[in-house]
């Protein structure tokens, strides 16, 4: 198992390049958006595995792809 965010419970994807890390967001006051924005690759010392969600983030990944694919058609 990969220790990134993807597959961390503190994680929360935002679009097909990056997210927010709560974990991260609490240590930089909360609401400090531009300090707890992390690429899925990140990793830090508050991984925790998440499971399941793992492959649900990945299917929402693909099928927000093929949406916008379709929509460029």
């Known amino acids: 198992m ?3 965010c993807m597959s961390c419970r503190y ?3 935002e679009d097909e390049q990056q997210g927010r890390c709560r ?3 609490k ?3 909360g609401d400090s ?3 707890a924005v ?3 690759d990140h990793s ?3 991984w925790v595995d998440c499971g399941q969600q793992y492959f649900i983030r990945i ?3 693909k099928a927000r792809k093929t949406t916008q694919a379709y929509q460029k058609t």
């Open 27 to 29: 240590r930089t006051d």
């Open 38 to 40: 992390v690429r899925h």
């Open 23 to 25: 974990v991260e967001a």
């Open 59 to 61: 299917g929402w990944l």
């Open 11 to 13: 994680y929360r994807i």
């Open 2 to 4: 990969k220790t990134n």
């Open 44 to 46: 830090c010392g508050e």
């Open 33 to 35: 958006p531009e300090k």
